[in-house]
């Protein structure tokens, strides 16, 4: 019954910011890690950020000093700030639980204009 939303992506100039959140009302939610990934046209989806249930966190080299991801399990979100936004972010990005994913999410889109 898990239903992952990905909210928060939209069009930005190049060097801008954008915060996206993802809700996953998941049972287990607060005991999983969770990651956010991304997929370009043309590309196979690839990890961006991970997040584990006591906050340690890990970013793909591609985004690091960039990106941070944070949670709020509380809330059940799942959060990724995206700063000095680059044309090469430009993909859709879905958030899921790591290494057992849940059914994926319809992303959300995320353009970077030079």
């Known amino acids: 019954q898990v239903q992952l939303v990905e909210s928060g992506g939209g069009l930005v100039q190049a060097g801008g910011s954008l915060r996206l959140s993802c809700v996953a009302p998941?049972?287990?939610?607060?005991?999983?890690?969770m990651g956010w990934y991304r997929q370009a046209p043309g590309k196979r989806r690839e990890f961006v950020a991970r997040i584990t249930s006591s906050s340690r966190t890990l970013t793909d080299n591609s985004v690091k000093g960039r990106f941070t991801i944070s949670r709020d399990n509380a809330k059940h979100t799942v959060t990724l700030e995206m700063n000095n936004l680059k044309p090469e972010d430009t993909a859709v990005y879905y958030c899921?639980?790591?290494?057992?994913?849940?059914?994926w999410g319809q992303g959300t889109q995320v353009t970077v204009s030079s």
């Open positions: 899921n639980s790591i290494p057992v994913h849940y059914d």
């Open positions: 998941g049972r287990e939610f607060s005991n999983n890690d």
